[in-house]
Nanobody
Framework: QVQLVESGGGLVQAGGSLRLSCDAS????????MGWFRQAPGKEREFVTG????????RYGDSVRGRFTISRDNSKNTVYLQMNNLKPEDTAVYYC???????????????????WGKGILVTVSS
């Protein structure tokens, strides 16, 4: 079965950096658009960033553009999220997700993904 496993979360001070990884198994990885979403306490889940199967196209949410970078290594079935200049408002559970057929419009509006990881907590202290 498909598994998405996030790693790399933790506690960091404001202005610091973290890199999240998501290891995928059970799917033909390069056929899936991969995305990162987050959900802060008391808030709705939010699109953070996504990358197409080939890595040729990316999208970013307005709140992270210029600070976060998504990348993927199809030889390792892994997608990464490099987070720089972190802010306390970036504190959330971050989820990795995979999708095979939705448009960017649908993905960025949060209209579901095919598969989800269990999430990993990122806490940014002020």
């Amino acid at each position: 079965q498909v598994q998405l496993v996030e790693s790399g979360g933790g506690l960091v001070q404001a202005g610091g950096s973290l890199r999240l990884s998501c290891d995928a198994s059970g799917l033909t990885f390069n056929r899936y658009t991969m995305g990162w979403f987050r959900q802060a306490p008391g808030k709705e889940r939010e699109f953070v960033t996504g990358i197409t199967g080939s890595g040729g196209s990316t999208r970013y949410g307005d709140s992270v553009r210029g600070r976060f970078t998504i990348s993927r290594d199809n030889s390792k079935n892994t997608v990464y999220l490099q987070m720089n200049n972190l802010k306390p408002e970036d504190t959330a559970v971050y989820y990795c997700a995979a999708d095979s057929g939705r448009t960017w419009y649908q993905i960025m509006r949060g209209e579901g993904m095919d598969y989800w990881g269990k999430g990993i907590l990122v806490t940014v202290s002020s």
